[in-house]
């Protein structure tokens, strides 16, 4: 179990427009024997059949029943609602070829306002060609957030998953139920492995919740910090276990210039050697990112990754990822306010496994969008 993640040892980020002053969750439970590092600083798939998805969500009696376009986050930009009305079509080839298109433009037009900005140095008119490039730039990067927020909510399509909708929506004189669940398919993203140690992850101490209470109360800021710490999760074990396979691949262990997908190189450590007697200078070598002998599973790989790795996996690569995340948490809970909700044992196990799919297909679109477009790194 020493692999295992921990709540507690998370520091989430800081998202607005509730501020959490970067306080750990005070737990003992597996999340915190999984990532020892008190400082995080950001904060095979089945297909449906193809159809039209309409847009439902009634907060009956009966809890939240959605299907559809239910994502709380709404694209503000003309990217965002191009590729949100693709997907309401079910068009995966015209999806995929729309966000290639999308990146591409964004792409050139960023460039032209740098260059704007440059030509234009020295000039009586600077100034104001450099504000007019940063205002281009800041509407790329929106664009280019909303693309990689449908692309996650296109993932979530593929395996039949419409994401919980805003909270607000979902309540109920009090009581929040999500339905339909679900469970199996946001569990049939991952492996065998992989899903083993995302059904421990420990969140029912979190939440102080079990499986045979049929209600419980919950405050909402608790619920939003589990779901934040379940996406850093996901995202941490999908960067873990492709690395993992990638080593495995390569028929070593540890790598000395390990190019961790498409050419993400980690950082290397060195170790010194002997002084050389002659030329009083000191040599290095570089050492394995993994001390030790092979491992032969993920889950003894997890447990053999330093703090440094581990906080390299976590931790979202580029600034638009962990825009996306805080963009994503605070329109789905809101103010979030201290207010308590009745919910079930059920409802709260669809958050984490929603919220650790989230994190898994954020990686994904930092990979897919980072190949046409220039993303700004964390």
Not at 42 to 52: A, E, G, Q, V
Not at 73 to 97: C, H, K, M, P, V
Not at 276 to 285: A, F, I
Request: net charge neutral; proline share 3%.
């Amino acid at each position: 179990m020493e692999c295992l993640p921990l709540y507690s040892k998370i520091s989430l980020p800081q998202y607005s427009p509730c501020k959490f002053n970067n306080t750990l969750l005070s737990s003992t439970s597996l999340f915190s024997r999984f990532i020892d590092i008190n400082n995080i600083q950001s904060y095979t798939l089945f297909r449906t059949k193809k159809k039209s998805l309409a847009l439902v969500a009634s907060n009956g009696s009966g809890g939240c029943e959605f299907n559809g376009l239910t994502a709380p986050l709404t694209s503000t930009t003309e990217a965002g609602r191009l590729l949100s009305g693709i997907i309401l079509q079910n068009d995966r080839e015209g999806f995929y070829a729309s966000v290639e298109n999308e990146l591409i433009n964004l792409d050139c037009l960023r460039n032209d306002a740098i260059l704007r900005s440059v030509v234009h140095v020295g000039s009586d008119e600077a100034v104001l060609h450099r504000r007019i490039s940063e205002l281009r730039k800041l509407e790329c990067r929106k664009a280019v957030e909303d693309v990689m927020y449908m692309f996650i909510v296109y993932k979530f399509s593929e395996i039949g998953v419409h994401l919980v909708p805003k909270l607000s929506n979902c309540m109920y004189n009090g009581r929040l139920e999500i339905w339909p669940r679900r469970d199996w398919e946001l569990e049939s993203i991952h492996s065998v492995e992989v899903l083993d140690m995302v059904k421990e992850i420990g969140w029912e101490d979190e939440l102080n919740v079990k499986d045979k209470w049929p209600l419980t109360q919950v405050q909402k800021l608790q619920i939003r910090h589990v779901y934040a710490a379940s996406v850093l999760y996901g995202y941490f074990l999908k960067s873990a276990s492709l690395r993992y396979h990638l080593e495995q691949n390569l028929g070593k262990s540890t790598p000395t210039n390990l190019l961790f997908s498409r050419a993400w190189q980690l950082k290397q450590k060195s170790i010194p050697l002997e002084r050389g007697g002659d030329t009083g200078s000191t040599s290095v070598r570089p050492v394995s990112l993994i001390e030790g002998k092979k491992q032969h599973n993920l889950r003894s790989y997890i447990t053999s990754l330093d703090s440094e790795i581990k906080l390299m996996c976590t931790k979202p690569k580029f600034k638009e990822a962990k825009s996306v995340i805080e963009k994503h948490c605070s329109a789905l809970f809101g103010d979030g306010s201290d207010e308590e909700v009745s919910t079930s044992f059920a409802s709260l196990k669809r958050f984490v496994l929603e919220a650790v799919a989230f994190g898994s297909f954020l990686w994904d679109a930092e990979d897919y969008v980072r190949e046409f477009y220039r993303l700004e790194e964390n």
